[in-house]
């Protein structure tokens, strides 16, 4: 099992948690099921794509989030000797929540049978989403011009 750790995110970014099951035994194993929480501060979130408008001809790649989703399970996998299965998925780190909620944690499952393996912690810091603006002076000059008819 693993996970990208990540010390640092920001609000509005997106983690990618990977949950990772190897068969080590000599038989196959059955109804195996993944695990991974939706951590509090994040929404779970899955790439889409996006047609906007019935009749546009256009697609566009984009995130769709359900805020109600707090675990993903990945059930009745099977692996034969010596497989392996890896599974991502995908939270977005909230806005506005670094002011009470300054760390994502997250612990990822495998359950086969009545055996629970988990991952170690996965931490990750939230910061403020942090936006830059500049205003720069712009040379005007009379675009409109007329002419007075006596």
Avoid at 44 to 62: A, K, L, M
Avoid at 91 to 101: F, L, Y
Wanted: aromatic share 4%; charged share 25%; net charge negative.
């Amino acid at each position: 099992m693993g996970g990208q750790d990540v010390s640092t995110v920001h609000e509005g970014e997106t983690i990618s948690y990977e949950i990772t099951a190897e068969n080590t035994g000599t038989e196959a194993v059955t109804d195996l099921q993944l695990i991974g929480s939706v951590p509090e501060g994040t929404v779970f979130v899955t790439e889409r794509q996006i047609v906007p408008g019935e009749n546009s001809d256009s697609v566009q790649e984009g995130l769709v989030e359900d805020a109600n989703r707090k675990e993903v399970s990945y059930e009745n996998i099977q692996l034969q000797p010596g497989e392996r299965i890896t599974q991502t998925y995908l939270v977005k780190v909230k806005t506005g929540i670094a002011d009470t909620v300054n760390k994502v944690s997250n612990t990822i499952q495998v359950k086969y049978g009545d055996v629970v393996k988990s991952s170690e912690t996965i931490e990750s810091n939230i910061e403020k989403g942090d936006i830059s603006l500049e205003i720069l002076p712009v040379d005007c000059f009379n675009a409109v011009s007329y002419t007075h008819l006596t």
